[in-house]
């Protein structure tokens, strides 16, 4: 099946810092998502992509969908310390039933 | 604000015991999910429906089962409940087509089973 890799694992940054992470696929997707979810709550969306090449900004966060349709990147500006928790990319292809695919997420840290 | 609810939030419960996992959407979403995720760890699909009547199994097996009599809900239940069957279940709802199909999710139910 499909296959979604993430990196970092995980990220112990300090407060003001920018943040960095991506996922990579071993097929293409038509559809990528970026979700944060909390310690135990449900995963909350936070950008989604649609097209080849996108590059959409929600407030200090910025995503790509990469060219080759096999990858995409979520950045963070001027880290804080509520943008503690775990990052999850999802993929779609339309050719799959329109399951999403999750990655294994990136833990991020932000320390004072 | 995504209109996706999940009851209970916390369950503890012994081994052999029937639960069921309630879900419901405000949305009018057809296609809805269940998803099982270990703390800190990846999401699995287990069950997903496009529609009243429609069911199909997810990439990870389940001996979960579930049904789909409304499209505003999904519940899932486990005949006969065990420790393996500790986790968190998370469940999510979108648009079956058009060009927006994000997924929204419930906060979840985290199950103990003792």
């Known amino acids: 099946g499909q296959q979604l890799n993430q990196s970092p694992q995980s990220m112990f940054i300090q407060e003001g810092e920018d943040v960095s992470m991506n996922c990579t696929s071993s097929?293409?997707?038509?559809?990528w998502l970026w979700y944060k979810q909390d310690p135990g709550e449900g995963p909350v969306l936070l950008i989604a992509l649609y097209k080849a090449g996108e590059l959409t900004s929600n407030g200090r966060l910025t995503a790509q969908f990469g060219i080759t349709r096999k990858d995409s990147f979520l950045n963070i500006s001027a880290s804080i310390p509520s943008d503690v928790g775990i990052y999850f990319c999802a993929g779609r292809y339309t050719g799959t039933a329109s399951k999403l695919t999750f990655g294994t997420g990136t833990r991020l840290q932000v320390t004072l | 604000e995504a209109d996706i609810y999940q009851t209970p939030r916390y369950l503890v419960i012994g081994t052999g015991k029937k639960i069921t996992l309630e879900c419901s959407q405000t949305m009018g979403h057809d296609k809805m999910y269940w998803y099982q995720q270990d703390p800190g760890m990846e999401l699995h699909l287990i069950h997903y429906?496009?529609?009243?009547?429609?069911?199909e199994k997810g990439d990870l097996s389940s001996e979960s089962t579930v049904s789909r009599i409304r499209t505003e809900h999904f519940p899932l239940t486990l005949e006969s409940a065990r420790p393996s069957h500790t986790s968190q279940y998370l469940c999510a709802s979108s648009e079956f087509s058009g060009a927006n199909t994000e997924a929204f999710f419930g906060q979840g139910t985290r199950l103990t089973v003792v």
């Open positions: 429906s496009y529609g009243v009547n429609s069911t």
């Open positions: 097929s293409i997707f038509n559809t």
